[in-house]
Every structure is written in structure tokens, then in C-alpha cells.
């Protein structure tokens, strides 16, 4: 059975710092191009990060460049999202998501920024 599990949001202040990670398995995680989504109530679904396979190549949304960062370690098939400098516009449920053959999707975490 294919599962991504992220773990790691919850409530935090202004100018803080979050570790989001994604546990998967049930497929060959090495050989996937992984990324984070993120989605606020009523708004569409908006990619915030990617990375390679290796881990070679990564993107960001210009919103989040310079304040997030994503990795992953293909020997505990896991990826992360470390956040810092978090604003209130960060808030959202962050979801993480598999490209192979197949695209799977994991539950969501959700992420709030408030004072």
C-alpha cells in the first residue's frame, strides 16, 4: 500500500520556524520527483517547492525563496520542508506529493502562523 504521511505542522507566532516531513512508502521513493503543495480555505492549490530525484535540483516559489527549504534523504525515504521567518500568509494546509508512473498524495499538515 503507497502512503505519504506529513507530520510536523501546528500553531506557530510570526517570525518562527516549522520542520515538515513526509514518511513515505509502498513505492521506490529514490526514484521519485517529489514536491510540497500548499492550499488556504478557498484558495487553489499552490506549489511552494521541488526537488530531484538525488536531490540535485531544487525550486521554490518566489513567495517562500529564501525562507524555506527542501530536502529529502532517500535512505529514510523522507522529505522535509524546513520553514522559517513564517508570515501569517504562510498559513495552510501543506501537502506532500510523488511523481513516478503513478502521482500519489499525501493527507496534509496543517500549518498556522498567528500571534
Known amino acids: 500500500q503507497v502512503q505519504l504521511v506529513e507530520s510536523g505542522g501546528g500553531l506557530v507566532q510570526p517570525g518562527g520556524s516549522l520542520r515538515l516531513s513526509c514518511a513515505t512508502s509502498?513505492?521506490?521513493?529514490?526514484?521519485?520527483?517529489m514536491s510540497w503543495y500548499r492550499q488556504a480555505p478557498g484558495k487553489g492549490r499552490e506549489l511552494v517547492a521541488s526537488i530531484s530525484s538525488t536531490g540535485g535540483n531544487t525550486r521554490y516559489a518566489d513567495s517562500v525563496k529564501g525562507r524555506f527549504t527542501i530536502s529529502r534523504d532517500n535512505t529514510k525515504n523522507t522529505m522535509y520542508l524546513q520553514m522559517t521567518s513564517l508570515k501569517p500568509e504562510d498559513t495552510a494546509v501543506y501537502y506532500c506529493?510523488?511523481?513516478?508512473?503513478?502521482?500519489?498524495w499525501g493527507q496534509g499538515t496543517q500549518v498556522t502562523v498567528s500571534s
Open positions: 506529493k510523488a511523481v513516478t508512473n503513478y502521482v500519489y
Open positions: 509502498g513505492f521506490t521513493f529514490s526514484n521519485s520527483f
